[in-house]
């Protein structure tokens, strides 16, 4: 089990984005981030009470990924997201509708 902390975002503009919120997962003694990002901006916003499937499984899938790997899919009728690994520690998760 992997716990997890929801700030707000801060623009990144080594990545070009400006994310909503940023996910900090701790899994032992390393931590991630994840930096939530609705493209487009009336995209599904990230809600902290509703979204810990989203974390679990977003963490499980971007740890399997190489640097820059990317994947698209959705999470039942109406979240599509798309994942990518940036750095060893840093992902992006955009919400895609």
């Given at each position: 089990?992997?716990?997890?902390?929801?700030?707000?975002?801060?623009?990144?503009?080594?990545?070009?984005?400006?994310?909503?919120?940023?996910?900090?997962?701790?899994?032992?003694?390393?931590?991630?981030?994840?930096?939530?990002?609705?493209?487009?901006?009336?995209?599904?916003?990230f809600d902290s009470q509703k979204d810990s499937d989203l974390v679990e499984l977003m963490h499980s899938k971007g740890l399997e990924f190489q640097l820059g790997q990317f994947e698209s899919f959705a999470i039942g009728a109406d979240r599509n997201y798309h994942l990518q690994r940036l750095t060893s520690h840093e992902f992006l998760i955009k919400s895609l509708r």
């Open positions: 089990m992997v716990q997890f902390q929801v700030s707000a975002g801060v623009a990144q503009p080594q990545y070009g984005f400006v994310p909503s919120h940023k996910i900090n997962v701790t899994q032992g003694s390393n931590t991630f981030s994840y930096w939530y990002v609705q493209d487009p901006a009336t995209a599904r916003a």
